[in-house]
């Protein structure tokens, strides 16, 4: 049986409208350098000074430590316009479906390529926590770990700050190629793709994963999943 269920924010479990894929792109294309769209796919998921980074090398630019943080920068601020003229909100169905979970003493985390003064502000916008009273077992960003996604260590951390052992207990779920390859990586008994995002099934099913789901509404019904 699933102990924990570690999932993705952005376009997994809270829709914000692809703010994040335009304010990746926009912080890159403020130096003058321009963003193919398959690029931008490949590391939406990832750590976003990482990914800052890898889109300035391919298109053609010298990522310098004062430029990415200016980009990350500029990233963060477009956001937060962003979720001013259009609030971030609870994916149909996601809400119910964690407390499910918990309710069947699942244990819930999330996990984010947003550092966590991003990822902070916007799970308070949509009332989301931890703690006494909160829907959520654990929060990790990724400022809390070494490497971000695809690497297993915010999964991993997760499992840390929730007491769970036995990663083949873990399901892994999330929206992008760097979320299936993290939970591959990190060993997790089950690892789900979700079509929310703005990546499609074809492209999803060329990673390494146990299910593809519409949403994660419909994760409850794996919990009694046996670990691979």
């Given at each position: 049986?699933?102990?924990?269920a570690?999932?993705d924010m952005?376009?997994?479990?809270?829709?914000?409208?692809g703010?994040?894929?335009?304010?990746?792109?926009?912080?890159?294309?403020?130096t003058?350098?321009?963003?193919?769209?398959?690029?931008?796919?490949?590391w939406?998921?990832?750590?976003?000074?990482?990914?800052?980074?890898?889109?300035?090398?391919?298109?053609?630019g010298?990522?310098?430590p004062?430029?990415?943080?200016?980009?990350?920068?500029?990233?963060?601020?477009?956001l937060?316009?962003?979720?001013?003229?259009?609030?971030?909100?609870?994916?149909?169905?996601?809400e119910?479906?964690?407390?499910?979970?918990?309710?069947?003493?699942?244990?819930v985390?999330?996990t984010?390529?947003?550092?966590e003064?991003?990822?902070?502000?916007l799970l308070a916008a949509?009332?989301?926590?931890?703690?006494e009273?909160g829907?959520?077992?654990?929060?990790?960003?990724?400022?809390?770990?070494?490497?971000?996604?695809?690497a297993?260590?915010?999964?991993?951390?997760a499992?840390?700050?929730?007491?769970?052992?036995?990663?083949?207990?873990?399901l892994a779920?999330?929206?992008?190629?760097?979320?299936?390859?993290?939970?591959?990586?990190?060993?997790?008994g089950?690892?789900?793709?979700?079509?929310?995002?703005?990546?499609d099934?074809?492209?999803?099913a060329t990673?390494p994963?146990t299910?593809i789901?519409?949403?994660?509404?419909?994760?409850?019904?794996?919990?009694?999943t046996?670990?691979?």
């Amino acid at each position: 049986m699933i102990e924990l269920a570690v999932l993705d924010m952005a376009g997994t479990t809270i829709d914000e409208a692809g703010a994040v894929y335009r304010a990746l792109r926009a912080a890159v294309e403020r130096t003058g350098l321009a963003v193919a769209d398959e690029d931008l796919q490949t590391w939406m998921g990832t750590d976003k000074r990482e990914a800052i980074d890898a889109l300035v090398r391919l298109g053609g630019g010298t990522p310098t430590p004062e430029l990415v943080e200016e980009s990350y920068a500029a990233f963060a601020a477009y956001l937060r316009e962003a979720y001013a003229a259009t609030p971030p909100q609870p994916l149909p169905g996601v809400e119910q479906a964690l407390a499910e979970l918990r309710a069947r003493g699942i244990k819930v985390a999330l996990t984010t390529g947003f550092s966590e003064d991003v990822a902070g502000p916007l799970l308070a916008a949509i009332g989301w926590s931890t703690g006494e009273g909160g829907n959520l077992d654990a929060v990790v960003t990724s400022d809390e770990v070494g490497r971000g996604r695809p690497a297993p260590y915010l999964i991993h951390r997760a499992m840390e700050k929730t007491g769970v052992l036995d990663v083949r207990s873990v399901l892994a779920a999330g929206d992008t190629a760097v979320d299936l390859q993290a939970g591959t990586n990190a060993g997790a008994g089950v690892v789900v793709g979700v079509l929310t995002g703005k990546v499609d099934e074809s492209y999803l099913a060329t990673h390494p994963h146990t299910y593809i789901l519409a949403s994660a509404a419909e994760i409850p019904a794996l919990a009694e999943t046996a670990a691979r």
